[in-house]
């Protein structure tokens, strides 16, 4: 199993929902940013569940050395990378945080997919699930950025899985709303309308089994979208967002 971003809280809570449901891994590819808080994630797995497991850095924001990666072969990849950046007024015009934006969510994250699904190409058989977000469903004045980065990277995930399907291997788009998580932390969000990272890990593990291919960790957030989506745009510019 490949874990991209592995530091997430929904990255950890899926691959523990596989472990308890009985899969078997030969190895865990834990790919993270930060080695030492992805250590304390490896031990628990190799103490809980005597799972092996190989911490792999992968910085975005710096050079991929892909050459590196040849020998990492899986028929699970699980990608949570995502950065959410600064909202504000001030970081909207801040061009390194757009940047970053884009770069981790989309522009940087898409040639390590890229990678990864060739060699399943070849092998001709995985699945690879990727966390997009309802806010690339339309772009919103509160998180247009983040929300093109993403509607960017829906796109791209549904012609892969176009491309993909008759070479035996599935892509399925994650769609989060709000979630409770270190990314989301301080924001006043709707505990009705958010998810915790082991709810969206049973709902994710879910549409996986089940061979979907696009699915909303809360179904309401598919009502939701599809109201927002439709609003004429004449009105939907007055609206905040």
Known sequence: ????????EVAQAFVEKTLN????????FLFTSNKETTEKFA?????KFVQQSEIIELDLLKQIEFTSLDGINSDLLFCATGYLGDGTEEGL???????KIIDINYAK??????????KMERQRSGTM??????AGDRGRQSNFIYGSAKAALTAYLSGLRNYLFKKKVHVLTIKPGFMATKMTEGLPLNPKLTASPKQ???????????KKNVAY????????MLIIKNIPEFIFKKLKL
């Open 21 to 28: 449901e009985g899969e078997k891994f030969s190895k865990i």
């Open 1 to 8: 199993m490949i874990v991209l971003g592995s530091n997430s």
């Open 200 to 210: 969206a890990a049973d709902g994710i593990y879910k549409a996986y089994k089940q």
């Open 43 to 47: 031990k628990h797995l190799e103490v």
């Open 93 to 99: 015009y801040d061009n390194r945080n757009t940047e």
């Open 109 to 118: 994250l898409v040639p390590v997919l890229n990678f990864f699904a060739g």
């Open 217 to 224: 960790v809360l179904p309401v957030w598919r009502i939701i």
């Open 129 to 134: 699930i990727v966390l997009s977000s309802v």
